[in-house]
């Protein structure tokens, strides 16, 4: 895992709330529906775990603390799958796919 710390690893998680929240609205049948809104569970309970830690902890390195490494390196793998076609709008696709990218290769063992 890259040395990031809390605060950039909370900044990051919470564009990619963001990010997967428009993909949500934008999802055009339950499945996609139900894709996106699995990873923004696991993302969320990451978040908010995050929230938990004092703000004068923040400069310390990140790791994942909701789920097992393993775990959300799965749930990710298994939604970046799901990306190559969904969204269907262009810019969130392109918006999921860089942070997506970008928090894989945070977490992921060097």
Request: proline letters at 2%; hydrophobic letters at 35%.
């Amino acid at each position: 895992m890259s040395s990031v710390t809390i605060s950039q690893a909370s900044e990051l998680i919470w564009e990619l709330l963001e990010a997967l929240e428009d993909a949500y609205w934008e999802a055009s049948t339950c499945e996609d529906k139900d894709s996106t809104f699995n990873i923004l569970r696991v993302l969320n309970a990451e978040y908010m775990e995050l929230l938990k830690v004092s703000v004068q902890d923040h400069h310390y390195e990140y790791e994942v603390i909701s789920t097992s490494q393993d775990a959300m390196n799965q749930a990710l793998a298994e939604y970046q799958q799901f990306t190559t076609n969904h969204p269907q709008r262009l810019r969130t696709r392109q918006r999921l796919r860089s942070l997506l990218n970008q928090f894989s290769s945070m977490i992921s063992p060097q």
